[in-house]
């Protein structure tokens, strides 16, 4: 968190952040491989991470997922947060959730950006808020003759 800049963590925590809580770090950190799954980029000595593309399955719904992603100041615009994005949207396909869903601030227009260009498409918003929302599976028809 501490190579995005204070622009960079409002836009994506919604509110100016200048250290993380202890509670906070355990929500992010608390990886299940199955209702929370993260992908981490790292630089190229693998010493630091410099992106990362985390979903969270809903609580009232194991089928859909909240998704969220932060890239390091330095590294964005170069394509590693579409890439970790596109990672983290087939995996949720492949372990069958049938929906992601995202919310950005308005002014976000490059995180809005970025998610279109991997499927999202804009569903509703309120106020300073837009939500997102890929369909990972296509709805069923019915047999009808």
Do not use: C
């Not at 993260?38 to 979903?55: F, K, N, Q």
């Not at 089928?63 to 995996?91: F, M």
């Not at 396909?93 to 804009?122: H, I």
């Amino acid at each position: 968190m501490y190579s995005l800049s204070p622009r960079s963590r409002y836009l994506r925590f919604f509110t100016p952040i200048e250290k993380m809580s202890e509670r906070m770090l355990d929500q992010m950190t608390q990886v299940d491989g199955h209702r929370h799954v993260a992908w981490l980029a790292l630089t190229p000595d693998e010493r630091t991470g410099v992106g990362v593309v985390r979903y969270v399955r809903a609580a009232d719904d194991d089928q859909s997922a909240e998704v969220a992603i932060a890239v390091a100041d330095d590294w964005q615009g170069g394509g590693l947060g579409g890439e970790l994005l596109r990672q983290t949207v087939d995996h949720a396909r492949l372990a069958g959730l049938d929906l992601l869903t995202a919310t950005t601030l308005r002014e976000n227009s490059a995180g809005a950006g970025l998610l279109q260009a991997a499927g999202f498409a804009a569903k509703r918003g309120s106020g300073m808020y837009r939500e997102l929302e890929i369909r990972l599976k296509a709805p069923q028809r019915l047999n009808t003759g």
